[in-house]
């Protein structure tokens, strides 16, 4: 049975993990790495776990699980379904991207040869999918939105734009953040024929959804 302060320095290890990742990449993550960033030593990695890979794999599993809660939990409260959506633009295009949207993208890279990832990326895609589809979808019963064409085609659109902008942010050259905010909110308003005005509080910065705790 695990103590509680080994299920701690367990947490411990896996939010190191997370950040190595974030910051260096699968192919920078090593025992030595994240023994550094906990501050233990390379023996206590191995000590708390069948093997490093099981770690890594853990730690990609508990950013993915987060990712997704952060922007559900993000609109908890908000019953104008124009902010509901509005802020889920603004969170899913963030000012500057953030370890933990690092690892989704870093995973994503290499999801052809770490197969074992699969499983957590279509899920938290799925969930993505899922949030704006019942944003939009309350909207609708509401009178909110009044949509010209299907809400799943609406929902796959807000998802790949998110993806392919934070693709183009991860240059930390690239300042379009703005304008690419302006270009999704513009898609979801031609989509359904709504007003998105800028309502919410700048999620990006007040509650980074990309974030790691």
């Given at each position: 049975?695990?103590?509680?302060?080994?299920?701690?320095?367990?947490?411990?290890?896996?939010?190191?993990?997370?950040?190595?990742?974030?910051?260096?990449?699968?192919?920078?993550?090593?025992?030595?790495?994240?023994?550094?960033?906990?501050?233990?030593?390379?023996?206590?990695?191995?000590?708390?776990?069948?093997?490093?890979?099981?770690?890594?794999?853990?730690?990609?599993?508990?950013?993915?699980?987060?990712?997704?809660?952060?922007?559900?939990?993000?609109?908890?409260?908000?019953?104008?379904?124009?902010?509901?959506?509005?802020?889920?633009?603004?969170?899913?295009?963030?000012?500057?991207?953030?370890?933990?949207?690092?690892?989704?993208?870093?995973?994503?890279?290499?999801?052809?040869?770490?197969?074992?990832?699969?499983?957590?990326?279509?899920?938290?895609?799925?969930?993505?999918?899922?949030?704006?589809?019942?944003?939009?979808?309350?909207?609708?019963?509401?009178?909110?939105?009044?949509?010209?064409?299907?809400?799943?085609?609406?929902?796959?659109?807000?998802?790949?734009?998110?993806?392919?902008?934070?693709?183009?942010?991860l240059d930390p050259a690239d300042n379009?953040?703005?304008?690419?905010?302006?270009?999704?909110?513009?898609?979801?308003?031609?989509?359904?024929?709504?007003?998105?005005?800028?309502?919410?509080?700048?999620?990006?910065?007040?509650?980074d959804t990309k974030e790691l705790a």
């Open positions: 049975m695990m103590t509680a302060k080994s299920q701690l320095r367990r947490e411990e290890l896996l939010a190191a993990a997370s950040r190595v990742i974030g910051e260096q990449g699968l192919a920078g993550a090593s025992v030595r790495a994240v023994a550094q960033r906990a501050e233990v030593s390379a023996g206590s990695v191995l000590y708390h776990f069948e093997s490093f890979d099981q770690l890594v794999a853990e730690a990609v599993r508990g950013v993915l699980e987060e990712f997704s809660e952060r922007r559900r939990r993000l609109i908890e409260g908000v019953r104008d379904p124009a902010e509901r959506l509005r802020m889920l633009l603004d969170a899913g295009i963030p000012r500057r991207i953030s370890d933990e949207l690092r690892v989704v993208y870093e995973v994503s890279s290499v999801i052809r040869d770490r197969p074992q990832f699969r499983a957590g990326l279509v899920q938290l895609t799925e969930r993505q999918l899922a949030l704006y589809r019942t944003v939009i979808e309350v909207g609708i019963a509401l009178g909110s939105f009044a949509p010209r064409m299907s809400v799943d085609m609406i929902a796959d659109n807000l998802v790949a734009l998110e993806d392919a902008y934070g693709l183009y942010m379009g953040r703005e304008r690419y905010l302006r270009n999704a909110v513009g898609f979801a308003e031609i989509a359904l024929d709504c007003t998105l005005h800028d309502r919410a509080a700048d999620t990006s910065s007040a509650l």
